[in-house]
């Protein structure tokens, strides 16, 4: 069975471990062998023979999940190199856009090249030939038309590369009859009609899964995902005979490993792929892949790169060698790569289509090198989970590496992770132009009801003197999607190229679905400037939202998008559409670039909570693009005082926790002006409410994190109610001052549980609690925050579960709830035992009924799931199962058959708290929750106060305050006109 597997398999990697410490360095080749071509002739239409139009699944991955180790790895919060808002820059739409292929292969593997006459693309696995107008030359045909190797062989993984130096197309897809490469080269520049010569490389008995190729001075190098447990010592990397294979000559190919790579499943290194016209200096080249610090093995997130140096004369005499490790000291921030504990569903689609698999743990194709006057860069990337510690949520961490001189080392020049909003992004591609300016095309997804996205193509970039790290463009659609994906296998890859004429020219080839076809579209589209007269207005520098006065200063952002200097053109804002206000821009502003332009007459934006509307233009005589010319924002003119708690980041539910436990809260300054010396308050359950001052200045728009020096004593088992509040004299907005969570002192935790196969609850469903996409985590997750009511009286509930596995009904569930509230659930509080969960990711509902006397009030809730094959008693809620999840809830039982009364009179207990300074707070805890009305009366009978009363989830809470009143008794009523509770204090 799998799991069996699984264990001899952690047996095997624990070995391999201590191999890995004896490793060098370096290494020589694996594996040399040598391979004569076939010629093809040209592709006459008698010769093509028509793709399979029927379903088909290409190469279920030979691969293992990417297992990573439960608590391990940074990022735990939001990606530190994440870019939150989309680029300011309007983007042009694409030039042209074309549909490549439509096909049922799954997936289908888009790849393409574009030439100075040609587009060539490829799928699983068939191609085509397209001139650069976007009109088809040679119709859509396997792979098996190319004959010679290629004859009767379309096992697929296809790529497609140009050779702009030496002015050839190369098509390649493996094989494994034998395992082998089939390479095609073609004998010309024209792919059509020049003819092709093939090859098969054989691969020494191993599937050359996932290969990637890119070309270098000396060979063309493919990396492969394979021999996962031994790649430093096994054939990942291939070199190929470039000069004879041009020349239709017998040729070489040498295998390398790739020494001190660590790798826990499915990994796809890659090679840089030379663009422009100049080949880099013989030797060095270099092979890049990611390590993510969740795996075992790496202690730090980082890039690390070999450099490889071929002898064709000696082969033996060939080696690769661990060039560097780009860590965080050397600007690589953390990131996480790995999705759901490695599996491959990962990213939800709309309606009930099965997720996506994101992608992971892959370096995308292709990673483009290019070779400028001062500098060679290199553009790469891949894609992370922005937001660990919450749902899957896809962005790409993109980076531009620099090397100063041939042969010297690698630098971080810029990266970034592109999730400008809550849509996931994946399956990119990237590249650089002769100008420095970078392309990058990827997939959009997004599963929410109210805006849903099925996967899409799209494209960003940025100009190469904008901000470092920012993809600067605002997106632009090349296809959207009109049907979700009917399969979790995702095209594995896009592919992005440029065109060889101008340099400047990005083709991007992405996947996308109508109905059950998988489409592949071609969107051709460019960043740099390509008219001489191109000015534009792009973003307001000041005012920012703040307290603003009657004389603001208009600060903007204007660029230079065209290719002349430009000196004299109007530039003009107005307010809320009013009158226009228009200054000379004096100064002279290069092609390509930005400055900044202050306005000399200033802008009345002195009304309190108003949103100002500003819009900017530039007038430019002959501007050749209008629709890059203006922008408009949004400015508020804030209330200076106005501050609140947007978390309450400590304590956090536990086993044992003290009588001393750290409250730290983060505060915000939601106001124009700075703020301190600010009250601060937390608040257990309804006790008294410890208060504190926080000292230092929040600036605008700024937040603060505050750990009160008095400690909570949470000690005692069960479940706190926390509140912590700001109380700022004269807050403009108190609905934003306060902070509620839920933490428990539990009896136990159970941690450490394996839901790396799928094991344990991933959809969660009771009442008006729906979670789904839970990710696995190390098997135990607090949703504490997350409450339904459960009314005891309308006898049987319903609770709906989904597991990502299940195996001959050995998955099942069971649910507690912690009636007595003592932070333990016993046996006579489980409510479900053992259900069965009989198929994966489908949803199965289970219905449990309450005691009729249930304790009205909050409780806890606990769910478990998981194989019970294996060691850990499932109905056990405190032990660690070998495969499952356990997961802890909030439920608040209610009963819709007591009347008024009843809660008040006899459900309730009405206490009135006397604090110092005659301050008192009125307490009332019942889980009626109807507004009642609260009374203050002396002994003459005179009311003194009445006002209304809300229950803040476990109590009625009432802050009285009598500093006015004079010493003496009075009365507190709370209730409804016709009945109530009545207590007596006391004024002193």
């Known amino acids: 069975m799998m799991k069996n597997i699984y264990f001899l398999y952690t047996f095997i990697f624990l070995f391999h471990l201590s191999l890995i410490a004896q490793t060098n360095e370096s290494a020589g080749p694996v594996h040399v062998d040598s391979a004569k071509a076939v010629l093809s002739g040209s592709l006459s239409k008698a010769k093509l023979v028509p793709p399979s139009t029927d379903f088909k699944l290409y190469n279920p991955r030979n691969r293992g999940i990417n297992k990573v180790v439960p608590g391990k790895g940074l990022p735990n919060t939001v990606d530190p190199a994440i870019q939150t808002k989309m680029g300011e820059l309007k983007a042009k739409s694409p030039l042209f856009t074309f549909t490549a292929a439509s096909t049922r292969s799954t997936p289908s593997d888009p790849t393409g090249v574009v030439g100075p006459n040609h587009y060539l693309n490829a799928w699983n696995s068939a191609f085509s030939i397209w001139d650069k107008s976007g009109n088809q030359i040679v119709p859509p045909a396997s792979l098996a038309s190319i004959g010679g190797e290629f004859e009767n062989e379309v096992l697929g993984d296809p790529i497609v590369m140009y050779d702009q130096i030496a002015d050839r197309y190369i098509i390649s897809q493996f094989s494994e009859t034998p395992d082998s490469f089939l390479i095609a080269v073609s004998q010309g520049p024209d792919p059509v009609n020049d003819g092709w010569y093939t090859y098969r490389f054989t691969t020494n008995d191993v599937l050359p899964d996932y290969p990637k190729m890119s070309l270098w001075s000396d060979g063309y190098y493919i990396t492969t995902n394979k021999n996962t447990n031994t790649a430093d010592q096994s054939p990942v990397v291939y070199t190929l005979e470039r000069d004879k294979m041009l020349q239709g000559q017998s040729a070489k190919i040498i295998s390398f490993p790739l020494p001190g790579i660590e790798t826990n499943g499915f990994y796809s290194p890659a090679g840089f792929q030379t663009m422009g016209p100049q080949l880099p200096p013989r030797g060095n080249a270099p092979i890049i892949f990611l390590q993510d610090d969740a795996w075992a093995g790496v202690n730090e997130d980082h890039l690390k790169l070999w450099l490889i140096n071929v002898n064709w004369s000696n082969p033996s005499a060939s080696t690769i060698s661990e060039s560097q490790e780009l860590g965080r000291s050397s600007g690589v921030s953390p990131f996480m790569a790995t999705f759901d504990g490695g599996s491959f569903t990962n990213?939800?689609?709309?309606?009930?289509?099965?997720?996506?698999?994101?992608?992971?743990?892959?370096?995308?194709?292709?990673?483009?090198?290019?070779?400028?006057?001062?500098?060679?860069?290199?553009?790469?990337?891949?894609?992370?989970?922005?937001?660990?510690?919450?749902?899957?949520?896809?962005?790409?961490?993109?980076?531009?590496?620099?090397?100063?001189?041939?042969?010297?080392?690698?630098?971080?020049?810029?990266?970034?992770?592109?999730?400008?909003?809550?849509?996931?992004?994946?399956?990119?591609?990237?590249?650089?132009?002769?100008?420095?300016?970078?392309?990058?095309?990827?997939?959009?997804?997004?599963?929410?009801?109210?805006?849903?996205?099925?996967?899409?193509?799209?494209?960003?970039?940025?100009?190469?003197?904008?901000?470092?790290?920012?993809?600067?463009?605002?997106?632009?659609?090349?296809?959207?999607?009109?049907?979700?994906?009917?399969?979790?296998?995702?095209?594995?890859?896009?592919?992005?190229?440029?065109?060889?004429?101008?340099?400047?020219?990005?083709?991007?080839?992405?996947?996308?679905?109508?109905?059950?076809?998988?489409?592949?579209?071609?969107?051709?589209?460019?960043?740099?400037?390509?008219?001489?007269?191109?000015?534009?207005?792009?973003?307001?520098?000041?005012?920012?939202?703040?307290?603003?006065?009657?004389?603001?200063?208009?600060?903007?952002?204007?660029?230079?998008?065209?290719?002349?200097?430009?000196?004299?053109?109007?530039?003009?804002?107005?307010?809320?559409?009013?009158?226009?206000?228009?200054?000379?821009?004096?100064?002279?502003?290069?092609?390509?670039?930005?400055?900044?332009?202050?306005?000399?007459?200033?802008?009345?934006?002195?009304?309190?909570?108003?949103?100002?509307?500003?819009?900017?233009?530039?007038?430019?005589?002959?501007?050749?693009?209008?629709?890059?010319?203006?922008?408009?924002?949004?400015?508020?003119?804030?209330?200076?005082?106005?501050?609140?708690?947007?978390?309450?980041?400590?304590?956090?539910?536990?086993?044992?926790?003290?009588?001393?436990?750290?409250?730290?809260?983060?505060?915000?300054?939601?106001?124009?002006?700075?703020?301190?010396?600010?009250?601060?308050?937390?608040?257990?359950?309804?006790?008294?409410?410890?208060?504190?001052?926080?000292?230092?200045?929040?600036?605008?728009?700024?937040?603060?994190?505050?750990?009160?020096?008095?400690?909570?004593?949470?000690?005692?088992?069960?479940?706190?109610?926390?509140?912590?509040?700001?109380?700022?004299?004269?807050?403009?907005?108190?609905?934003?001052?306060?902070?509620?969570?839920?933490?428990?002192?539990?009896?136990?935790?159970?941690?450490?549980?394996?839901?790396?196969?799928?094991?344990?609850?991933?959809?969660?469903?009771?009442?008006?609690?729906?979670?789904?996409?839970?990710?696995?985590?190390?098997?135990?997750?607090?949703?504490?925050?997350?409450?339904?009511?459960?009314?005891?009286?309308?006898?049987?509930?319903?609770?709906?579960?989904?597991?990502?596995?299940?195996?001959?009904?050995?998955?099942?569930?069971?649910?507690?709830?912690?009636?007595?509230?003592?932070?333990?659930?016993?046996?006579?509080?489980?409510?479900?035992?053992?259900?069965?969960?009989?198929?994966?990711?489908?949803?199965?509902?289970?219905?449990?009924?309450?005691?009729?006397?249930?304790?009205?009030?909050?409780?806890?809730?606990?769910?478990?799931?998981?194989?019970?094959?294996?060691?850990?008693?499932?109905?056990?809620?405190?032990?660690?199962?070998?495969?499952?999840?356990?997961?802890?809830?909030?439920?608040?039982?209610?009963?819709?058959?007591?009347n008024i009364a009843d809660f008040i009179l006899n459900e309730a207990n009405l206490v009135v708290v006397t604090e110092e300074n005659s301050q008192y707070r009125v307490i009332m805890e019942t889980s009626f929750d109807e507004t009642l009305r609260l009374t203050v009366h002396n002994v003459l009978g005179q009311k003194l106060l009445e006002n209304q009363l809300f229950n803040n989830g476990d109590a009625y809470v009432y802050e009285l305050d009598m500093s006015y009143a004079a010493p003496g008794v009075y009365l507190l009523r709370v209730g409804t006109r016709k009945v109530g509770k009545v207590t007596r204090f006391i004024v002193k």
Not at 515 to 522: F, L, S, W, Y
Not at 649 to 677: R, Y
Not at 691 to 716: C, D, H, M, R
């Open 347 to 898: 990213l939800a689609q709309p309606g009930n289509a099965p997720e996506i698999d994101a992608l992971q743990a892959t370096m995308m194709y292709m990673t483009q090198y290019r070779r400028f006057g001062t500098h060679n860069s290199v553009v790469l990337n891949f894609v992370v989970d922005v937001e660990p510690s919450a749902a899957e949520h896809a962005g790409i961490r993109w980076y531009e590496l620099r090397q100063q001189s041939d042969g010297g080392p690698w630098s971080v020049y810029q990266e970034g992770t592109y999730a400008p909003d809550k849509r996931d992004r994946f399956s990119g591609s990237i590249g650089i132009d002769a100008r420095g300016n970078i392309g990058m095309g990827y997939t959009v997804l997004d599963d929410s009801p109210s805006d849903p996205v099925y996967p899409s193509i799209r494209y960003t970039g940025r100009f190469v003197n904008d901000d470092l790290g920012i993809m600067t463009l605002e997106e632009q659609s090349i296809a959207k999607g009109q049907s979700p994906n009917p399969n979790s296998r995702y095209g594995d890859y896009a592919h992005l190229s440029i065109d060889p004429v101008d340099g400047v020219t990005f083709w991007h080839n992405g996947e996308y679905f109508e109905g059950v076809n998988r489409v592949n579209k071609v969107g051709v589209f460019r960043i740099a400037g390509d008219e001489p007269n191109d000015v534009g207005a792009i973003s307001l520098l000041s005012p920012t939202n703040a307290t603003l006065t009657n004389s603001e200063v208009i600060k903007v952002k204007i660029r230079n998008f065209g290719t002349n200097a430009q000196s004299g053109f109007p530039v003009t804002y107005s307010i809320n559409g009013g009158a226009e206000v228009t200054e000379i821009f004096t100064g002279s502003l290069a092609a390509s670039s930005s400055t900044e332009f202050t306005f000399s007459q200033t802008a009345d934006l002195s009304e309190i909570g108003t949103t100002y509307e500003i819009m900017v233009s530039t007038g430019l005589n002959n501007d050749s693009s209008p629709a890059n010319d203006s922008f408009v924002e949004q400015v508020k003119n804030l209330p200076p005082r106005d501050v609140g708690i947007t978390s309450i980041d400590a304590p956090i539910t536990g086993q044992n926790l003290s009588g001393s436990e750290e409250v730290t809260v983060t505060i915000e300054n939601f106001g124009g002006k700075p703020q301190q010396d600010i009250p601060v308050s937390y608040q257990i359950g309804n006790n008294a409410p410890v208060k504190e001052v926080y000292n230092p200045v929040v600036p605008v728009g700024q937040n603060a994190i505050y750990t009160f020096s008095e400690k909570a004593n949470l000690s005692a088992s069960g479940r706190y109610k926390i509140t912590a509040r700001t109380r700022l004299e004269n807050d403009f907005d108190t609905s934003n001052d306060s902070e509620t969570k839920s933490v428990a002192n539990l009896d136990c935790i159970p941690e450490g549980s394996d839901c790396s196969f799928g094991d344990g609850i991933s959809y969660f469903e009771l009442g008006e609690i729906l979670n789904e996409r839970i990710p696995c985590g190390d098997g135990y997750i607090d949703f504490l925050g997350a409450s339904t009511d459960l009314d005891r009286s309308k006898g049987t509930f319903t609770v709906t579960v989904k597991s990502y596995f299940a195996e001959e009904d050995f998955e099942k569930f069971s649910m507690w709830v912690d009636l007595d509230d003592n932070g333990v659930f016993s046996d006579s509080e489980r409510v479900l035992t053992s259900k069965v969960i009989p198929k994966a990711d489908t949803a199965f509902s289970f219905d449990f009924d309450l005691p009729i006397d249930a304790p009205l009030g909050q409780h806890l809730l606990r769910i478990r799931a998981g194989d019970t094959r294996y060691e850990g008693d499932l109905n056990n809620p405190c032990e660690v199962m070998d495969y499952g999840t356990t997961h802890d809830y909030s439920v608040n039982i209610t009963d819709s058959t007591l």
